[in-house]
């Protein structure tokens, strides 16, 4: 060490060139290759809900027909799931620790016959489930 500043080691004077070197394989291993849908033949594991397997499926299924035909869906519902998932589906909070997004959001609408006692602009679930209803997805 000289008075006012530290000194390099032989060692310390090549690990920025030997970094130079490193970082960016370490980067494209990291990265991994891009992604071609057109090539791509990879199997992916889906779990999803009763509502995302009547909303989202149908639809994923004939886009991914188009984009990357050789790939291959395995689809799940309910609590039934594979232990090791690429992607789930649900309308549940994930629990901490996994990656999400929202992918839409739905309002659900109530419609009330003039024959029923119960009026008011907001059901509470306890009013909702004393009343005959039925449930209509489109």
Do not use: K
């Amino acid at each position: 060490m000289s008075r006012r500043a530290y000194d390099r080691t032989v060692r310390g004077d090549s690990l920025p060139r030997e970094l130079q070197s490193l970082l960016p394989r370490l980067e494209s291993m990291v990265r991994g290759e891009e992604f071609a849908p057109g090539r791509s033949q990879e199997r992916y594991r889906l779990a999803v809900t009763n509502h995302a397997s009547v909303t989202l499926i149908l639809p994923l299924i004939r886009r991914i027909r188009i984009e990357a035909p050789d790939v291959r869906l395995e689809v799940s519902q309910g609590r039934n799931e594979p232990t090791t998932l690429d992607a789930a589906f649900s309308a549940e909070h994930p629990p901490s620790g996994l990656q999400s997004e929202v992918l839409f959001e739905v309002d659900f609408v109530c419609v009330v016959g003039a024959a029923q006692r119960v009026h008011p602009p907001r059901f509470t679930l306890a009013q909702y489930l004393q009343i005959p209803h039925v449930v209509v997805e489109t």
